[in-house]
C-alpha cells in the first residue's frame, strides 16, 4: 500500500453545497496533489501542495481551493457544488517539490453532486 | 489539442497476444513520463517510468522518443491480470494524465 488515505470514502451532496475532502500523506511526503478524474477519463490536476503554500494549479475555478498541513494532512474544499463535480477525487503526494517525481496515491473520495 | 493524448481503445485480446499502447504530449519541456496502472474503481498505481533509452520490467517495456514528444508501452505474453486501464502521464511542473487505454485480456 502507499500509506496515502483519504476520507471520507464515499460522499452525497446536492447542488450549491459545499465539501471538504481530507487526505493523509505519508510522512516526509513534502507535496501533495489533487485530482479530479470523472467517469471514463484521467485524472485532471486541480492543484499541488508543497509545505503548506500552493504550488501549481490546473484549469479549476476558484470554487476549489485547499490547504496543507504541518502534520502532512491536507483538505480539497470545493464551494457551490454543480452537477458536473461528480467525481472521483484523488490525491497523491511525494517527498520532493516538483510535480514530476512518481507520485503515490491514495483510494479516492468518490463524490456524487445531486 | 490535449496535453497528453493516448489511443482511444478499448483493446481486447486474447491471453498470450502483444499488445502495444501509444501516446503523445505537447509540452516540449516535459521532464518525467510514466505509466501507470488503474483498475476499475481503484487507485492508479504506478507501473513504470519511462527512460529516453527505453526500458523493460519483465513483459512490459516502455520506450520514450523525445523528439517526437511520443511514449509507447508493450506488453508482451499478456495475463488475464493485465486487463485495467492504462495512463500514461508526463511530468513538468505537475502531472498531467491521458484519458487512459483499456485492455481487457480474455481467455
Known amino acids: 500500500e502507499t500509506g496515502v488515505t483519504q476520507s471520507p470514502t464515499h460522499l452525497i451532496k446536492t447542488r450549491g453545497q459545499q465539501v471538504t475532502l481530507r487526505c493523509s500523506s505519508q510522512s516526509g511526503h513534502n507535496t501533495v496533489s489533487w485530482y479530479q478524474q470523472a467517469l471514463g477519463q484521467g485524472p485532471q490536476f486541480i492543484f499541488q501542495?508543497?509545505?503548506?503554500?500552493?504550488?501549481g494549479r490546473g484549469n479549476f475555478p476558484p470554487r476549489f481551493s485547499g490547504l496543507q498541513f504541518p502534520n502532512y494532512s491536507s483538505e480539497l474544499n470545493v464551494n457551490a457544488l454543480e452537477l458536473d463535480d461528480s467525481a472521483l477525487y484523488l490525491c497523491?503526494?511525494?517527498?520532493?517539490?516538483?510535480?514530476?517525481?512518481?507520485?503515490?496515491f491514495g483510494p479516492g473520495t468518490r463524490l456524487l453532486v445531486l | 489539442r490535449k496535453e497528453v493524448e493516448q489511443d482511444p481503445g478499448p483493446f481486447n485480446v486474447p491471453e498470450g497476444a502483444t499488445v502495444a499502447f501509444n501516446c503523445t504530449y505537447s509540452?516540449?519541456?516535459?521532464?518525467?513520463f510514466f505509466w501507470y496502472r488503474q483498475d476499475c474503481r481503484k487507485e492508479p498505481k504506478l507501473l513504470m517510468s519511462v527512460y529516453s533509452s527505453g526500458n523493460e520490467d519483465g513483459r512490459f517495456t516502455a520506450q520514450l522518443n523525445r523528439a517526437s514528444q511520443y511514449i509507447s508501452l508493450l506488453i508482451r505474453d499478456s495475463k488475464l491480470s493485465d486487463s485495467a486501464t492504462y495512463l500514461c502521464v508526463v511530468g513538468h511542473n505537475d502531472m498531467r494524465f491521458g484519458a487512459g487505454t483499456r485492455l481487457t485480456v480474455k481467455p
Open positions: 497523491a503526494s511525494h517527498p520532493g517539490r516538483g510535480g514530476e517525481e512518481t507520485q503515490y
Open positions: 501542495y508543497y509545505r503548506e503554500e500552493e504550488n
Open positions: 509540452n516540449s519541456a516535459s521532464q518525467s
